[in-house]
Structure formats: structure tokens, C-alpha cells
Nanobody, 112 residues
Framework: QVQLVESGGGLVQAGGSLRLTCVAS????????MDWYRQAPGKQREWVAG???????NYADSVKGRFTISRDNAKNAVYLQMNSLKPEDTAVYYC??????WGQGTQVTVSS
């Protein structure tokens, strides 16, 4: 079965940290550019960070310097380390594999 499964979301206080994990099955992340997106209530889904097969990374301005995307091809996984979290980071976070594959999302809630 081809799927992406996210985990690691939860409730955290402002200033705290969370690490999201996206594990792939049925595809190899080593041959895909991978991204993280998020969608807050009442808002459109927005791109957060991306990592290429060559390990090049890019970030949305809103998370630059606070979030770090990484990949472990041996574990067929992609990660999003989120530090210095803010209430405005509250959203459902989705993993995306280029080619059109989305995960089911994991909720991140940051309290003030």
C-alpha cells in the first residue's frame, strides 16, 4: 500500500518544540522531493518546508530559523523539527511526496 503516515503532533506551549515524522510505504523517499505543508482552521493549506533528493532545503519565511526539515533514506522517512513554536504555528501538518502523494496529517496545537 502506497502511503505517507505522519506522527509527532500534539499540544505544546509557546516556545516549545515538536518533531514531526513522516514514514513512507510503497514508495522510496530517496527518489522523491519531499515537503511539509500545514493548514490552519479557516485558512488555505500552505507550504512550510521542502527537501530535495540532493538534500537541498527551503523554508517559508514564517518558519525560517525555527524549523528544520531532514530526511533519512534508510528509514524511508522525513522529519520536521519545530523549535520556538508560536500560537500561529497551530495547524494540521501534512507530508507530501512529489508526484501527488499526501499523508493524512497530524495536529499541532501551540498554546500561548
Amino acid at each position: 500500500q502506497v502511503q505517507l503516515v505522519e506522527s509527532g503532533g500534539g499540544l505544546v506551549q509557546a516556545g516549545g518544540s515538536l518533531r514531526l515524522t513522516c514514514v513512507a510505504s510503497g514508495i522510496m523517499v530517496s527518489v522523491r522531493d519531499m515537503d511539509w505543508y500545514r493548514q490552519a482552521p479557516g485558512k488555505q493549506r500552505e507550504w512550510v518546508a521542502g527537501i530535495t533528493t540532493a538534500y537541498s532545503t527551503n523554508y517559508a519565511d514564517s518558519v525560517k530559523g525555527r524549523f528544520t526539515i531532514s530526511r533519512d533514506n534508510a528509514k524511508n522517512a522525513v522529519y520536521l523539527q519545530m523549535n520556538s513554536l508560536k500560537p500561529e504555528d497551530t495547524a494540521v501538518y501534512y507530508c507530501y511526496a512529489w508526484g501527488g502523494l499526501w499523508g493524512q496529517g497530524t495536529q499541532v496545537t501551540v498554546s500561548s
